[in-house]
């Protein structure tokens, strides 16, 4: 917040014209930070295949193959969510209130939450409605 709020005073600095519509200003300042911190945080790096991951990483967990597929699940809901829902869960995941949120997206708190939660439930009807024609398949149509 501190790194956001000297980017918008240096810019009000260098441009008193920002100071005309600060709060959408600083909140644009805010998303852009967000999202290049998610960049930076989430990059994927090869470490080997799953023989080494395992020696390397020592992947001792119960069900670790489940562990995975529902990292890649999740990862993959997150990705057909539409760009404003998922910079919604990124600001719920750093704590942010809905309240806060919809400040951010010029909603209520309310809608924030509903326009989020609708999202979701597209593109999980979605998923699932692919998964069900995916089903009906049989390997010798291919």
């Known amino acids: 917040m501190e790194r ?3 980017k918008v005073s240096n810019r009000l600095h260098d441009e008193p014209s920002v100071k005309r519509n600060l ?3 600083f909140a644009a300042a805010f998303r852009n ?5 998610f960049r930076k945080e989430n ?3 090869y470490e080997g295949l799953l023989r080494e991951l395992e020696r390397n990483h020592h992947l001792t967990a119960p069900d670790w193959e489940a562990a995975m597929v529902w990292e890649l699940c999740l990862q993959i809901l997150i990705d057909q969510l539409p760009d404003q829902c998922r ?3 990124n600001f719920r995941i750093l704590g942010f209130s809905w309240e806060e949120i ?3 997206f010029h909603l209520s708190g309310k809608q924030a939450r509903s326009q989020f939660y609708y999202e979701l439930a597209k593109v999980r009807a979605k998923l699932l409605n692919g998964k069900a024609k995916g089903a ?3 390997e010798e149509s291919d």
Do not use: D, F, N
Request: hydrophobic share 40%; net charge positive; charged share 15%.
């Open 102 to 104: 919809g400040l951010v």
């Open 23 to 25: 709060p959408g200003y």
């Open 136 to 138: 009906g398949h049989s």
């Open 43 to 45: 990059r994927v790096t």
């Open 87 to 89: 910079h919604m869960l």
């Open 33 to 37: 930070q967000v999202r290049e911190q």
């Open 4 to 6: 956001v709020a000297l």
